[in-house]
């Protein structure tokens, strides 16, 4: 069995998968240093879990009571959201490669140390399980340095200030759930969730993505607004303070400022004008950024819908390809959101 954890701020969900990649089970501690809950077998239980140790050690019982045992995991595969600019491949957890991600927390300070609270927790309980992680930052690392740079000065440019891309093992995953039926040449794959982006994808490799040095960029999403002018994100530190922006950019903008929810399907069963113009926007917007993706690509060979948004909103992807209609006919493909799947066939390359 491989055991896959993702480590956020105030939770930790795992997934459990056999050799062949068939998931057995899965299991989430939520809420993590208040009101949490373990979430297993569609029961939710109130738990005590002041931190990360301690939430992992409700999800190591439950598997526990379910006859998994730490000594039974061939392996730990771990999302680690930002692998900054060298770690650009799934790695196996050893010291080094701890320290290099750590020290990527400057540019993710709300993921990665969460990521790596997980892995020390989970190595003090099982210290000779071999533990790897996959980084969500490294499919667009085959991105060219054109598409990455911004145009900063040099000093700026040194302190790691340039695109990166999120959603990278969404990608991944979508890429070999396509590979087998002819993975089109020139891939336009829309990630559309709470979070959104897109990414140009050729012969298998990012080659260009909305997202940039933070999850904030790009298309309008739930609760942030996607691109916008720096000049305007200055006025709002100045109207609100860095941290009154940085809220309002992450919490308070995207479908929720436009229509007064982040809920993509509260929208879609709307009728007054506010929700129409918040779907109306989101998906201009989105299709006004493929087109920036298809030129990085050269053309257009075939679209991709993954996340949450994109496999269940019909009307959001027929809207989409109706502004990129002028390109003429293309295969639509809807592929279902695997980053665990991915992550654990991260690990068992590594290990064969």
Known sequence: MILVVNAGSSSIKIALFTGALTRQLTAEVAGIGGDACLHVDGTDIA?????????????????????????GLRCAAHRIVHGGATLIAPARLDDDVLARIDACTPLAPLHNPHNLSAIRALSARAP?????????????????????TYALPEAERAKGIRRYGFHGLSYAALVEALRPDDLPKRLLALH?????????????????????YSPLDGLVMGTRPGEIDGMAVLRLAADHGLEGAAHL???DSGLRALG?????????????????????HYCYWAARQAGSAIVAMGGLDAI??????GENAAPVRDAITRHLSFLGDVPVHVIPCDEERQIARDALRLLD
């Open 47 to 71: 738990i005590p879990a002041p931190d990360h140790g301690a939430a992992l050690d409700h999800l190591l019982s439950a598997l526990s009571d379910r006859g998994v045992t730490p000594d």
């Open 128 to 148: 000779d399980l071999p533990q790897f992680g996959s980084f969500d930052t490294a499919f667009h690392a085959t991105c060219p340095d054109l598409a990455t």
């Open 192 to 212: 559309l969730g709470g979070g959104a982006s897109l990414c140009a994808i050729q012969n298998g490799r990012s080659v260009a993505t909305s997202m940039g």
């Open 304 to 309: 991709a819908f993954t996340g949450g948004i």
């Open 249 to 251: 950019l992450n919490h």
């Open 260 to 280: 007064g929810t982040a809920d993509m399907a509260a929208l879609l069963s709307g009728d007054d004008p506010r929700a129409r113009f918040a779907v109306d």
